[in-house]
């Protein structure tokens, strides 16, 4: 992909989206219907305004005298993509990982942070669901593109994820015991009902879109304690109702079958990762109607990274990682033959930033088809994030995020690697 100077990208603002012009050559509105031909897209207002037949010409409508014409008149236009879970503050993992999180500092994770929304704004995400950030920073770059400081994908973010001492979220896991104060210093470790309502309090009082907790352990975790359930009921009952109150949707990393059905028995509006799901799992996404999202591209990151140094993780943790690259893509199988519903999410940060399209080939290697995947990554991902009014679909109304490719990604998922333009809320994207 086609790189951005630096200066570019710092201060690339969002200033009035100008109204414009789109020739669609091709143009699925919807990735559950049939794409239409050679069709008008009209922009106002960093909105679509309405979707004609035939190519129109800017004096042929009745937008403003300067709006523009974007030739699109040879590519495939799509809804702007979705991914449901993404660590925008970085992509380094393992060993590497432990280091950063001692030595870079908040301001220096918000240049990171930054550098990686480009990356997935210029992939085809136009928006992402950040489900972790322990220093506030993606918090910060949500609200400056909203403002239209900078440019990057409309940001929901979770704040700091919640687990207990010794789950997933415990960043002082590796640690001398003597830093566990310094590590953990923001309330995210709740043990005890009252505890968790706190730490669910203190997350909202901080601004954040959604609630993430962890009911299992976790493949990353530095700690060889298993992928099984790590939190009691009335912890995991506490944390969804405190969101729920507080109308936070909620989000569950959980991989062991036990983990997965507490949170779905309790509410959750979606299970992340869900490898071990079971056949209770199943009937209970069923009754729930919560969103499964498979995030099949950590294995991805994981390959690589060993490729290029096998002691790149502990020998607890890289024992569970290749538990995981084995059994990748059961669940997904399972789910998707059941009749879940299936949102798109990549997990990037543990895989690359920028790749979030890789996860298209993993879901159709594992089950789904093209088409399925595609509406992952649109109507059903807005449907989970809350945001069907606003995207998933090129409707009059609706923010003007527009993906242009060399091919129908239906026919070939491989175009959906090269992207060839993008418009994020009315506005031009520099690829």
């Known amino acids: 992909m086609r790189s951005l100077s630096f200066l570019a990208l710092v201060f690339a603002t969002g200033a009035a989206a100008q109204d414009a012009v789109v020739h669609a050559g091709r143009l699925y509105a919807r990735m559950d219907q049939a794409p239409s031909e050679r069709v008008t897209i009209l922009i106002d207002d960093g909105r679509v305004r309405e979707v004609r037949p035939g190519f129109v010409a800017p004096g042929e409508t009745d937008l403003a005298n300067d709006s523009v014409l ?12 979705i991914d449901c879970h993404v660590h925008l503050d970085s992509d380094r993992a393992g060993i590497e990982a432990q280091l950063e999180q001692l030595t870079l500092s908040p301001p220096a994770k918000a240049f990171d942070a930054l550098m990686n929304g480009h990356k997935t704004l210029r992939a085809g995400f136009t928006t992402v669901r950040n489900l972790g950030d322990a220093d506030g920073v993606t918090l910060a ?3 400056a593109i909203s403002a239209g400081k900078v440019m990057g994908p409309r940001i929901l973010d979770a704040g700091r994820s919640i687990s207990a001492t010794a789950g997933h979220m415990d960043s002082a896991l590796g640690f001398r015991s003597d830093l566990r104060e310094a590590l953990n210093d923001d309330g995210n470790l709740c043990d005890g009902a009252d505890a968790c309502r706190q730490a669910v309090r ?33 912890e995991a009952r506490a944390i969804i109702e405190t969101a729920h109150l507080y109308e936070k949707k909620v989000a569950v990393h959980a991989h062991g079958h036990d983990g997965i059905n507490l949170a779905l028995k309790l509410g959750a509006d979606s299970i992340e990762h869900g490898t071990l799901l079971n056949d209770d799992g199943l009937k209970l996404f069923r009754e729930s109607g919560a969103y499964y999202v498979p995030t099949l591209s950590t294995i991805n990151g994981y390959l690589e990274r060993l490729a290029a140094n096998p002691d790149a993780y502990s020998p607890a943790v890289k024992k569970k990682i290749e538990w995981r690259i084995s059994i990748t893509g059961n669940a997904l199988r399972r789910a998707h033959g059941a009749g879940v519903k299936i949102a798109f999410g990549t997990d990037a940060g543990v895989s690359l930033h920028g790749r979030n399209a890789d996860e298209f080939e993993l879901m ?6 093209a088409r399925e995947a595609l509406i992952a990554a649109t109507i059903n991902a807005a449907d989970l994030l809350g945001l069907s009014h606003e995207i998933g679909t090129i409707e009059a109304g609706k ?12 026919e070939d998922l491989a175009v959906l690697k090269r992207v060839m333009a993008v418009i994020a809320r009315g506005r031009v994207v520099a690829l």
């Open 364 to 369: 159709v290697k594992h089950g789904m088809t």
């Open 70 to 81: 974007v030739d699109w008149s040879k590519l495939t236009v799509l809804p702007g993509l």
């Open 141 to 143: 770059l949500r609200d």
């Open 399 to 410: 923010s003007a995020d527009l993906v242009a490719l060399s091919g129908d990604p239906v």
């Open 202 to 234: 203190l997350q909202v009082a901080r601004g954040v879109d959604l609630i993430k907790f962890a009911t299992t352990g976790g493949v990353n975790s530095r700690i060889g304690l298993g992928l099984g359930a790590q939190m009691f009921e009335d």
